[in-house]
């Protein structure tokens, strides 16, 4: 698969294809900053990977499935060191041609190969609505989109992802002296 398609498919997924009539070039598409979604808890388990807690639908599929499988309301998911430095990375700061460069550098690996795998891992959670895209106003066709793709439930802007971040931490002081580990 070509670099070119794997961000395609990026784009598509996280919304951003759809919005705008010319998709973003490669080197728009590397100054989007990755941010987690605030709305997820997480923590570092004992073997210093993040847990992802990850919690079931809550469409009319979600609950039909949930009462028919008795599935559970929340599931753990663990990444490995490679995913763990990647949520890391996924910060809001580091643009994903900041990530492919840490990772080259760290891993010892070919610019080539980080951003295949980068970018189809970084789908792969934006598909899961686990990381969601902070794209420069002026790389959007359509002005009046917000800048934050891929979390619709948080909001659109940066505004918007601050506030759902501050909801979060009010949310995590309040429950404050739990017997688990400090999630974020």
Same mark, same amino acid.
């Given at each position: 698969m ?6 395609s498919?990026?784009l ?5 294809k759809?919005k705008s ?6 080197d728009q598409?590397?100054e989007?900053r ?7 808890k ?8 993040v847990e ?9 599929v979600g609950?039909?499935?949930g ?7 929340s599931r753990?998911v663990?990444?490995d060191?490679v995913g763990?430095?990647?949520?890391d990375?996924c910060?809001?700061e ?7 460069g840490?990772?080259c550098?760290e891993?010892k690996?070919?610019r ?9 891992y970084l789908r ?9 895209f902070?794209v420069p106003? +002026?790389f @959007? &066709?359509?002005?009046?989109e917000?800048?934050?793709v !891929?979390?619709?439930?948080? $909001?659109?802007s940066? +505004?918007? @992802? &601050?506030?759902?971040?501050r909801r979060?931490?009010? !949310?995590?002081?309040?429950? $404050?002296?739990?017997e +688990?580990?400090k999630?974020r």
């Amino acid at each position: 698969m070509s670099m070119l398609s794997s961000l395609s498919g990026l784009l598509e997924r996280v919304g951003l294809k759809g919005k705008s009539k010319v998709p973003l070039s490669r080197d728009q598409a590397f100054e989007a900053r990755p941010v987690r979604n605030p709305n997820l808890k997480w923590r570092m388990n004992e073997d210093r990977c993040v847990e992802v807690i990850v919690p079931r639908r809550k469409d009319a599929v979600g609950r039909a499935l949930g009462f028919l499988f008795f599935v559970p309301e929340s599931r753990p998911v663990i990444l490995d060191e490679v995913g763990t430095r990647i949520w890391d990375l996924c910060d809001g700061e580091h643009t994903v041609e900041d990530m492919i460069g840490a990772l080259c550098a760290e891993y010892k690996l070919g610019r080539r190969e980080v951003e295949v795998s980068l970018t189809e891992y970084l789908r792969t959670l934006g598909k899961r609505g686990m990381v969601g895209f902070l794209v420069p106003k +002026e790389f @959007l &066709e359509d002005t009046d989109e917000g800048e934050l793709v !891929g979390l619709q439930e948080v $909001g659109t802007s940066r +505004e918007d @992802l &601050e506030a759902a971040r501050r909801r979060a931490q009010e !949310g995590e002081d309040a429950a $404050g002296s739990e017997e +688990e580990p400090k999630v974020r």
